[in-house]
C-alpha cells in the first residue's frame, strides 16, 4: 500500500512494488498492469517479471513460457531492481520470420514440419492443435546427426546435378547456336529462291505484254495497208468516173460505173474485215493467292527441332502405326429428349464423367463412362453450341442464338445453371485455360480471348484468318480452331499471332487434344478422324476411317480413349457416343 501523506506512485515505478521500509512488498506485474494488485509469489528470469499464484502457474503451460526459468517466491527477487539470480543462457537464434519480420524463429512444429516466431505460435499453431517445440529444447540432437549428413549430402547431389546441368546446357546451347547459323543461311538461300521465282513469273508476264503489242502493230499495219489501197483504187476509178461523164464517153463510163460497183462491194468486204480485228483494252489482274501471301503467311517457314533426344527419321513417329479398336458405344439419348441427339461438344471432368451438349434437344448431359449411362441433364431454353470446362467443377457452354456463355456446376453430379456471361455475337466455339476463355464468333468470323468476368484481352480477326470458326480448343502453349469453310485447322499463341495451319480436309469440326500435344480432328465430310502432328501443323494422318460422318469428339489422357459423336439424322448413329481405345 501506499505511504500515507505521499503522492500516489505511477505503476511499475519502483515505489510501487514497496510498501513501507520495513515490510517491502513485490506485486505481480502482469496482474498489476491490467487487473487487481495481488502480492508476487514467483519471478520469471527471461521476462524480468514478477509474478502471482495464477500467473506463475500460466507460465509453466503455456507454449511460449514454459521453457523460461522460473523462481519460486523463496528465490525470486524482493525488489524490482534486483538481478536475477539465476540469468537463463542467451539462445542464438537470430534469423526473422519470414511472415514476422520483427519476431525471430524459435519454435518448430512437428506435425507441419514449419519453423514459427512466437506469433505464429500464438496465432496458427497452438498446443491444443500442434505439437511445438523451444528449438534449444531439442536441437541439440541435431549435431553429427543423420538428418545432418543426408541434408548435406543432398545438397551435394543437386549442387553436382547443377554442374552437369550446366555443362549439358553449355554443349547444346553451341549446338543450338551453330545450326541456327545454318538456318540463316537457309533462310537467305529461299528468299534468293523466291526472287528468283518472282523475277521468273515476271519476265513470264513481260514477254506475254511485248506478244500482245506485237498482235496489236501487226493488226495495226495490216488494216492500215487495206485502207491505204482501198483509198487508193476508189481514188483513181472515181478521177477516171469524173473524166469520162465530163467528156460524154458513154461507153466506157458505162463501163466503168459496173466496174465501180462491183470494186464498192468487194472492197465493203475487205473494210469490214478489216475493222472486225478485235483490238482490246487490258487491266493487271494480280494473283490473288500472291498478293495475300503476306498477309496470311506469318513466317518464312518454321523451325522444326533435330534434337538428339528426338528419333531419328527412320524411327520417326508413325501415326499410321497407332492401334485402334472398338471400345463400344454409350447410348446418351434420355427420356427428356423430344428429338434424335445431335452432340455438339463434349468435355472430360475425370476419366468417368463426360460432359456433352445436345444442340437439337437443347441440353446438356452428365455421362458416366464406366456405367455408360446418363446420370443427370440440364434442360435449356436455347440451342447449346460447345461446352468446355472451368474447374473440376464448373463448365461453360455457348449459347449462340442468345449471344451469352451459360455457366454451370457440376458439384455433386448434378448440373446447375449459375452465372450468364454476356458476348458481342454469336458465340460458338469455347475453350479455358488457365482462366481464360477463348471463344469462335461466326458472324462476323473472329476470335476473342476473355477472362472469366467477360473483359475482352485479345481480338482476332480476319478474312484471310477465318471464315466460320466453329470449333476451338486450347493447352497452355497454342489454341487451335477449326474452320468449316476455310478447309483448315489453324493454330495460334496467347497472343492471337497465328503459326501454323493445316488444310486439305473438306469440312473439320470439332477437334481435341492428346496428352502428347497432338490435335484429333474430326473431319464429317470424309468420314474419318485425323491426327495432326503439331510441330509445324504440316504432318497428319487418318487414324479412324469409314466412319458415320464424325461431329464432335474427346480424348482421354488417363485411359487413351477416344470418344466421338455422329451427324447423320439417323437414330442409329446419333444418338451414340463411340469409344475407340488407341495405342
Known sequence: MAVPGKKKPERFSLSSTMGSDDDPIVYCQPC??????????????????????????????????????????????????????????????????????KEMIKFYCQNHEALLCSVCVTLEHTVTTCKVNYIPDISGQVINSKEHQVILKAMDTITEQCRK?????????????SSLTDVLADIKKFRTEINQRLDELERQAEDAV?????????????VETTCDDVTKSLKTSSDAIKHLNTTKKA??????????????KDYKKRVHQSAAIDVKEYN??????????????????????????????????????????HQGEICVKTSKDKNACWITGMILLTPDKLIISDGVNSAVKMVDTRSQSVTDQLQLDTIPSNVTSVTSTELAVTLPDKQNIQFISASSNKLKKTKTLKVDGKCYGISCCQTKLVVSFCFPAKLQILDTKGTILTIVKG????????HVTTNTNSIYVSDWNMKTITRLNWQGEVTGSYG?????????????????????????????????????RVVLKDLNHPYAVCWCTDTSKLYYSCRTGEDKHDNFLQVFKLS
Open 32 to 101: 498489476d498492469c491490467d487487473g487487481p494488485r495481488l502480492p508476487a509469489h514467483g519471478y520469471c528470469v527471461d521476462c524480468r517479471e514478477h509474478l502471482c499464484d495464477t500467473c506463475f502457474m500460466a507460465h509453466k503451460r503455456h507454449t511460449l513460457s514454459r521453457h523460461h526459468t522460473l523462481l519460486d517466491d523463496n528465490s525470486m527477487p524482493q525488489t524490482m531492481s534486483s538481478a536475477p539470480v539465476h540469468p537463463s543462457q542467451p539462445d542464438n537464434l537470430t534469423k526473422p520470420c519470414p511472415r514476422h519480420m
Open 165 to 177: 546441368k550446366s555443362e549439358d546446357v553449355k554443349k547444346l546451347t553451341a549446338k543450338s547456336n
Open 210 to 222: 511485248k506478244a500482245i503489242q506485237q498482235e496489236n502493230n501487226k493488226n495495226l499495219k495490216k
Open 251 to 264: 461507153d466506157k463510163l458505162f463501163v466503168e460505173l459496173k466496174l465501180a460497183k462491183q470494186m464498192i
Open 284 to 325: 493487271f489482274r494480280l494473283n490473288k493467292a500472291i498478293s495475300t501471301l503476306l498477309d496470311k503467311e506469318r513466317s518464312l517457314g518454321t523451325f522444326t527441332e533435330k534434337s538428339a533426344k528426338q528419333p531419328s527419321p527412320s524411327t520417326a513417329v508413325d501415326i499410321k502405326s497407332r492401334q485402334t479398336s
Open 463 to 470: 478474312e484471310n484468318i477465318f471464315s466460320k470458326p466453329v
Open 504 to 540: 486439305g480436309m473438306t469440312e473439320p469440326h470439332a477437334i481435341t487434344l492428346s496428352d502428347d500435344g497432338s490435335v484429333f480432328v474430326c473431319d464429317w465430310g470424309r468420314n474419318v478422324i485425323e491426327e495432326i502432328i503439331t510441330g509445324d501443323c504440316s504432318t497428319g
